[in-house]
């Protein structure tokens, strides 16, 4: 699905909104960020190249997530892991099943 407004395209899955963390998909690995959510912007408009996760705040903490991405572990597992297409989300389901281990203690 597409919107279109002042005659640009804006596909949600390339619109990321301040709080949403972001990863590069393509390139060096353990490249994260967080939007600020104090950015003066309200939305951005991210390439194919990158992948946003928005972290839901009553479960997690952005800045959490942010940091369990840029261990040097984390990203030495996804370096040893699969090929390059499939890093990025069995890091996404690493981080899942941590996040859920932690929380049940």
Same mark, same amino acid.
């Given at each position: 699905? !597409?919107?279109?407004?002042?005659?640009?395209?804006?596909?949600? /899955?390339?619109?990321?909104?301040?709080?949403?963390?972001?990863?590069?998909?393509?390139?060096?690995?353990?490249?994260?960020?967080?939007?600020p959510?104090?950015?003066?912007?309200?939305?951005?408009?991210? =390439?194919?190249?990158?992948?946003?996760? !928005?972290?839901?705040?009553?479960?997690?903490? /952005?800045?959490?997530?942010?940091?369990?991405?840029r261990?040097?572990?984390?990203?030495?597992?996804?370096?040893?892991? /699969? =090929?390059?297409?499939?890093?990025?989300?069995?890091?996404?389901?690493?981080? =899942?099943?941590?996040? !859920?281990n932690?929380?049940?203690?």
């Open positions: 699905m !597409t919107f279109v407004r002042g005659g640009h395209r804006i596909f949600p /899955a390339n619109t990321a909104y301040p709080g949403d963390v972001l990863f590069t998909q393509r390139g060096t690995l353990g490249q994260v960020g967080v939007i959510r104090d950015t003066r912007f309200q939305r951005c408009i991210i =390439s194919q190249s990158q992948m946003k996760l !928005t972290v839901d705040p009553t479960i997690a903490d /952005a800045r959490y997530v942010y940091y369990f991405f261990l040097p572990a984390t990203v030495q597992k996804v370096i040893n892991h /699969a =090929s390059l297409p499939q890093r990025l989300l069995f890091l996404l389901q690493m981080f =899942s099943e941590t996040f !859920t932690l929380s049940s203690h």
